[in-house]
Protein backbone atom coordinates (compact mmCIF):
# COMPACT_ATOMS: atom_id res chain seq x y z
CA UNK A 1 0.00 0.00 0.00
CA UNK A 2 1.12 3.72 -0.60
CA UNK A 3 2.31 6.20 2.04
CA UNK A 4 -0.75 7.93 3.64
CA UNK A 5 -0.02 11.75 3.26
CA UNK A 6 -1.72 13.20 6.84
CA UNK A 7 -2.02 17.07 6.76
CA UNK A 8 -1.96 17.81 10.56
CA UNK A 9 -1.37 20.03 12.84
CA UNK A 10 0.16 18.50 16.23
CA UNK A 11 -1.70 20.81 18.54
CA UNK A 12 -4.76 19.46 17.83
CA UNK A 13 -6.20 16.67 19.65
CA UNK A 14 -8.03 15.17 16.57
CA UNK A 15 -5.35 15.33 14.47
CA UNK A 16 -2.60 13.66 16.82
CA UNK A 17 -5.97 10.82 17.34
CA UNK A 18 -5.92 10.22 13.12
CA UNK A 19 -2.13 10.17 13.16
CA UNK A 20 -1.96 7.76 15.42
CA UNK A 21 -4.89 5.38 14.30
CA UNK A 22 -3.07 5.64 11.03
CA UNK A 23 -0.29 4.27 13.03
CA UNK A 24 -1.78 1.64 15.21
CA UNK A 25 -2.80 0.22 11.84
CA UNK A 26 0.63 -0.40 10.75
CA UNK A 27 0.42 2.44 8.04
CA UNK A 28 3.37 4.32 6.09
CA UNK A 29 2.24 8.09 6.94
CA UNK A 30 3.84 11.06 4.89
CA UNK A 31 3.08 14.10 7.86
CA UNK A 32 2.77 17.26 6.16
CA UNK A 33 2.17 20.02 9.32
CA UNK A 34 0.38 22.48 6.47
CA UNK A 35 0.65 24.86 9.33
CA UNK A 36 4.93 25.33 8.71
CA UNK A 37 4.41 24.42 5.14
CA UNK A 38 1.22 25.73 3.58
CA UNK A 39 -0.92 24.06 0.62
CA UNK A 40 -0.66 25.79 -2.93
CA UNK A 41 -3.41 26.83 -4.57
CA UNK A 42 -3.11 24.77 -7.22
CA UNK A 43 -2.87 21.85 -4.56
CA UNK A 44 -5.68 23.27 -2.66
CA UNK A 45 -8.08 22.67 -5.66
CA UNK A 46 -6.37 19.34 -6.37
CA UNK A 47 -7.26 18.45 -2.46
CA UNK A 48 -10.92 20.13 -3.18
CA UNK A 49 -11.45 17.47 -6.01
CA UNK A 50 -9.70 14.08 -3.85
CA UNK A 51 -12.05 15.15 -0.60
CA UNK A 52 -15.25 15.07 -3.47
CA UNK A 53 -16.58 18.60 -2.27
CA UNK A 54 -18.21 21.15 -4.90
CA UNK A 55 -18.00 24.00 -1.50
CA UNK A 56 -14.98 25.22 -0.93
CA UNK A 57 -16.31 26.07 2.54
CA UNK A 58 -16.81 22.30 3.29
CA UNK A 59 -13.01 21.99 3.80
CA UNK A 60 -12.50 25.28 5.85
CA UNK A 61 -12.82 26.21 9.82
CA UNK A 62 -15.42 28.58 9.61
CA UNK A 63 -15.07 29.13 13.66
CA UNK A 64 -11.73 30.67 13.05
CA UNK A 65 -11.62 34.24 13.51
CA UNK A 66 -9.62 34.99 10.27
CA UNK A 67 -12.69 33.26 8.48
CA UNK A 68 -15.49 36.10 9.69
CA UNK A 69 -12.61 38.55 9.82
CA UNK A 70 -12.22 37.91 5.87
CA UNK A 71 -15.94 37.76 5.31
CA UNK A 72 -15.88 34.06 3.47
CA UNK A 73 -18.99 33.86 4.18
CA UNK A 74 -20.24 35.61 1.73
CA UNK A 75 -21.69 33.67 -1.30
CA UNK A 76 -20.26 35.95 -3.76
CA UNK A 77 -16.48 34.85 -3.08
CA UNK A 78 -15.29 32.72 -5.53
CA UNK A 79 -13.71 28.95 -5.25
CA UNK A 80 -10.41 30.57 -6.35
CA UNK A 81 -10.79 33.45 -3.73
CA UNK A 82 -11.27 31.07 -1.04
CA UNK A 83 -8.64 28.65 -1.97
CA UNK A 84 -6.33 31.87 -2.04
CA UNK A 85 -7.57 33.07 1.45
CA UNK A 86 -6.26 29.37 2.64
CA UNK A 87 -3.19 29.74 1.06
CA UNK A 88 -2.59 32.57 2.63
CA UNK A 89 -4.10 31.61 6.55
CA UNK A 90 -3.63 28.14 6.27
CA UNK A 91 -5.52 27.64 10.19
CA UNK A 92 -8.80 27.98 7.68
CA UNK A 93 -7.66 24.61 6.57
CA UNK A 94 -9.69 21.66 8.41
CA UNK A 95 -7.89 19.38 9.40
CA UNK A 96 -6.77 16.39 9.96
CA UNK A 97 -6.88 15.48 6.58
CA UNK A 98 -5.53 11.81 4.62
CA UNK A 99 -4.75 11.91 1.03
CA UNK A 100 -4.57 8.56 -0.50
CA UNK A 101 -4.11 8.26 -4.50
CA UNK A 102 -7.14 10.34 -5.71
CA UNK A 103 -8.78 10.11 -2.31
CA UNK A 104 -8.72 12.20 0.97
CA UNK A 105 -10.80 12.45 3.94
CA UNK A 106 -11.03 14.80 6.66
CA UNK A 107 -10.65 13.26 9.95
CA UNK A 108 -13.43 14.87 11.66
CA UNK A 109 -14.17 12.32 13.57
CA UNK A 110 -10.54 11.04 13.39
CA UNK A 111 -11.72 7.63 12.30
CA UNK A 112 -12.63 8.58 8.91
CA UNK A 113 -9.33 8.71 7.86
CA UNK A 114 -9.60 4.43 7.98
CA UNK A 115 -11.73 4.86 5.16
CA UNK A 116 -8.96 5.12 2.51
CA UNK A 117 -7.57 1.83 4.06
Known amino acids: MSKITLLHNPRCSKSR ?27 LAELQKK ?9 MRSKEDIYKELGLNDSAMTSEQLHAAIAE ?8 IAI ?17 I
Open 51 to 59: LGLQDVRDM
Open 17 to 43: QALQLLQDNNLQVDVVEYLKTPLSLAQ
Open 89 to 96: HPILLERP
Open 100 to 116: LGNQARIGRPPELVLEL
